[in-house]
């Protein structure tokens, strides 16, 4: 895949011949990402999909910098700023986990000790936001994602589709530049997926999010504006609609 190596105001993230192998044992290696170069554009949903092991969730850790690379950059885009992971200390990349990028997890990993509004003010609070404006900001996300009913109740007492509108709110509290999602539906009966996914295609086109989503769901590939096809560690092909 033909990678723009110069800013493209389209681009969210830009990952350049991205490497990254694990280490079973000392002398076992398996290299997941072999020299992977893939473009993520803005304002768009993206489908990354392949079969199960095929790196599809350490590319998002990667993207996300949540795991670093063997070898390789990744550039994120900010306005007219190029942030490149690999040349920023480790407290200003924390800033820019917080502060630029969104997550959305399979299970949704919300604190269990705190409420609804709690777990979406959280990372606003971190950014350094006043507990007001968090507060505010967490009520206005949580009706958009239409669960400001049980703003008050703690994660065991809503429903798993409760509980991802409640992460999908948290994951853009801070007006993120991407929000990576991995398996996002897949711990979801068919009724709350469907609404999940309506949910992230609202945002989309009503705000202008940009999201990636790695899955296996046909509802998933079928609702994107691109799919990416992983294998052999690398993008093999990419289908834009």
Do not use: C, W
């Given at each position: ?79 007219t700023d190029e942030i490149n992971y690999s040349s920023i200390k480790s407290d200003d990349l924390a800033k820019v986990r917080n502060q630029k990028i969104g997550f959305i997890f399979q299970f949704s990993h919300l604190l269990p000790e705190f409420t609804a509004i709690e777990n979406v003010m959280m990372p606003a ?117």
């Amino acid at each position: 895949m033909l990678v723009e190596k110069v800013h493209n105001p389209n681009l969210a993230v830009q990952a350049i011949d991205l490497s990254k192998s694990y280490y079973a044992r000392k002398e076992v290696q398996t290299q997941v990402l072999k020299n992977l170069n893939v473009n993520i554009h803005k304002g768009k949903i993206t489908a990354l999909m392949g079969p199960s092991g095929v790196g599809k969730s350490t590319l998002l850790h990667l993207l996300g910098s949540l795991d670093t690379p063997d070898s390789g950059e990744i550039k994120m885009f900010d306005g007219t700023d190029e942030i490149n992971y690999s040349s920023i200390k480790s407290d200003d990349l924390a800033k820019v986990r917080n502060q630029k990028i969104g997550f959305i997890f399979q299970f949704s990993h919300l604190l269990p000790e705190f409420t609804a509004i709690e777990n979406v003010m959280m990372p606003a609070l971190i950014a350094g936001i006043s507990n007001a404006e968090a507060k505010q900001k967490a009520n206005e996300l949580l009706e958009l994602v239409d669960v400001i009913h049980r703003k008050d109740h703690k994660p065991m007492e809503l429903s798993g589709g409760e509980q991802q509108r409640v992460a999908i709110a948290r994951a853009i509290i801070n007006n993120p530049i991407i929000v990576f999602a991995d398996e996002p539906t897949g711990n979801l009966d068919s009724k709350n997926a469907e609404s999940i996914l309506n949910l992230i295609k609202e945002l989309k086109e009503k705000y202008g999010n940009t999201f990636l989503i790695a899955t296996h769901s046909k509802d998933v590939s079928d609702m994107a504006d691109r799919i990416l096809l992983m294998g052999d560690g690398v993008i093999k092909e990419e289908i834009v609609k």
